[in-house]
């Protein structure tokens, strides 16, 4: 999961603790000038509703804020829960020639489905398909190369 989303969020919903507790604060003080009626509390009211209307404005923004990271944090958990599910199919096999990749569990290497994906990019939690490249097995997406004889026995590691 993103970090930074991570502590984005806490940051937001630590903005907003504040700002209710600022209201609270605020809140508790209207009260006590309204239990007082002292003259010329009339400013102070006026003083502490136009605080009280500016915090709840910045508890608003960030809940709105802090909603919109917990979404974009579930959404990627969601995201990793789906590729980790897609990379337990597969399991570590030797290439031929003292190459490494991963091979799904339940094809057979004869099968015209069969195929390697980059265990570079497994590790990160990401699935990348293997290309032949002459000798080798080539990821596009982070440019690993797996050495790789197809004809000389494909086994599990
Ligand atoms: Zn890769």
Known sequence: MDTNTFSDAIELAGAGLKATDTLVTIAGRIKGLFQSSQPGSDEEMKTLL??????????KL???????????????????QQSRAQLDNYR????????????PKNLPDDDPEFHFICPNCYEDGKKAFLQVKS?????????TEVPYEPHRGISIV
Do not use: P
């Not at 570590?92 to 091979?103: D, E, H, L, S, V």
């Open 50 to 59: 136009a605080e009280l209307t500016l915090q709840v404005a910045d508890a």
């Open 62 to 80: 960030a809940n709105a804020e802090l909603k919109i990271k917990l979404t974009q944090m579930l959404e990627a958990h969601c995201i990793e």
């Open 92 to 103: 570590m096999k030797k290439t031929g020639i003292g190459g490494i990749a991963y091979a």
């Open 135 to 143: 000798r080798h097995l080539f990821c596009a997406r982070c440019t």
